[in-house]
């Protein structure tokens, strides 16, 4: 059995899957269960803040500065992806850094023009609910965007991506690995 090492630490896996779980409640309880769907999108609000903050002062892998890269970088990785020769990363590679930041900001899009329905200046507003709506849409392609390169990636370098991010732990780095 290979040697692994601590990627992801116990806030990165609990917000991910906490978000996973959130957003799902949401999209169900969008037109039946009101209350409901509020938690739940309250709850995605507070969990995209807090992961900005984590992201600013978290553990090593979580933080934006070790895995956001230049568009340059971001390309050129694109470009080895498509020529089959892409470096393994440890933590998040330059495209899911680019994911990570989509996410994140049509969650909070979806979050803000959720809370904005809920006060008096914006309630009834139609281009906030069209907002809303559309940038929820927007979330569902990018969940399957989401899971497709995590199951492209984990194919392509042999390990279980959604099992790291439920036990933090990967393979350790060989030659050649990102770290």
Do not use: C
């Not at 799902?24 to 209350?35: F, I, P, Q, R």
């Not at 080895?80 to 440890?90: I, Q, T």
Request: positive net charge; proline residues 2%; without cysteine.
């Amino acid at each position: 059995m290979p040697a692994t090492v601590k990627i992801w630490d116990p806030f990165v896996r609990i917000f991910h899957w906490s978000l996973v779980a959130s957003f799902a409640v949401a999209w169900l309880t969008a037109d039946e269960l009101k209350n409901v769907h509020e938690i739940a999108g309250y709850a995605a609000g507070v969990l995209v803040a807090s992961r900005l903050v984590w992201g600013l002062v978290g553990s090593r892998y979580a933080r934006f500065t070790q895995f956001i890269r230049s568009p340059s970088q971001t390309v050129g990785y694109a470009s080895d992806v498509l020529a089959r020769r892409e470096a393994r990363y440890l933590g998040h590679n330059p495209l899911g850094a680019v994911m990570i930041v989509w996410l994140l900001l049509a969650m909070s899009v979806v979050a803000i023009t959720g809370w904005l329905q809920t006060t008096d200046a914006f309630w009834g507003i139609e281009w906030v609910q069209k907002v809303h709506e559309v940038s929820a849409n927007f979330m569902l392609i990018l969940v399957g965007l989401h899971v497709a390169g995590v199951v492209f990636s984990s194919v392509r370098h042999s390990e279980n991506l959604a099992r790291a991010m439920l036990t933090g732990r990967k393979a350790a780095a060989e030659v050649g690995d990102v770290s």
